[in-house]
T-cell receptor, first 112, second 112 residues
Framework: KAGVTQTPRYLIKTRGQQVTLSCSPI?????VSWYQQTPGQGLQFLFE???????NKGNFPGRFSGRQFSNSRSEMNVSTLELGDSALYLC???????????FGQGTRLTVV | DAKTTQPPSMDCAEGRAANLPCNHS???????VYWYRQIHSQGPQYIIH???NNETNEMASLIITEDRKSSTLILPHATLRDTAVYYC?????????????FGTGTRLQVFP
């Protein structure tokens, strides 16, 4: 059974640009969550999608957005990149309201 | 904010049991205790969870105190590959969200 797949694994962008990250959940999982991990702030929740609807959102500016498609794949977008957006972005999928979440390997974004 | 408190770091000799404590004094009656670990630069990995009874699986054992205000994750025979950051999380899986609130975790170093 394939795990959660995130693409790309590594990305370098320039300040002011925008970026789109992709997450393919485990087959059958309908809930997808996104997290940002930085050395200073640790693992922080960005948002959560279920059946193409955002059902929870963390405390991040509007430059961070996401969506989920009918096949449960999800994308997140960050516009007008800032140096502080450099982080490991993690995606997790799970059956809705079930026990464990399965995380992907993450996308390492570096903003220069 | 995270509802758990963990020591920032611990050491353990290879082959010995690693006992990782977690305080969650404000846990509510329907919240479960979850443990995840994150090996350097990878996505977090689910280990185990429990409500009030002790739990064991192929990876670890979870001991929850009778008042549920604290718990201990036990890795019975630690190996070098168990070196990771371990996160204790309280979460109610049927709340209509899969959002996990991560604290700072415990960095476990297993030495030869």
């Amino acid at each position: 059974k394939a795990g959660v797949t995130q693409t790309p694994r590594y990305l370098i962008k320039t300040r002011g640009q925008q970026v789109t990250l992709s997450c393919s959940p485990i087959s059958g999982h309908r809930s997808v969550s996104w997290y940002q991990q930085t050395p200073g702030q640790g693992l922080q929740f960005l948002f959560e999608y279920f059946s193409e609807t955002q059902r929870n959102k963390g405390n991040f500016p509007g430059r961070f957005s996401g969506r989920q498609f009918s096949n449960s794949r999800s994308e997140m977008n960050v516009s007008t990149l800032e140096l502080g957006d450099s982080a490991l972005y993690l995606c997790a999928s799970s059956f809705p309201d079930r026990t464990e979440a399965f995380f992907g390997q993450g996308t390492r974004l570096t903003v220069v | 904010d995270a509802k758990t408190t963990q020591p920032p770091s611990m050491d353990c000799a290879e082959g010995r049991a690693a006992n990782l404590p977690c305080n969650h004094s404000t846990i509510s009656g329907n919240e479960y205790v979850y443990w995840y670990r994150q090996i350097h630069s990878q996505g977090p990995q689910y280990i185990i969870h429990g409500l009030k009874n002790n739990e064991t699986n192929e990876m670890a054992s979870l001991i929850i105190t009778e008042d549920r205000k604290s718990s201990t994750l036990i890795l019975p025979h630690a190996t070098l590959r168990d070196t990771a950051v371990y996160y204790c999380i309280v979460h109610f899986p049927l709340k209509g969200t899969d959002k996990l609130i991560f604290g700072t975790g415990t960095r476990l170093q297993v030495f030869p």
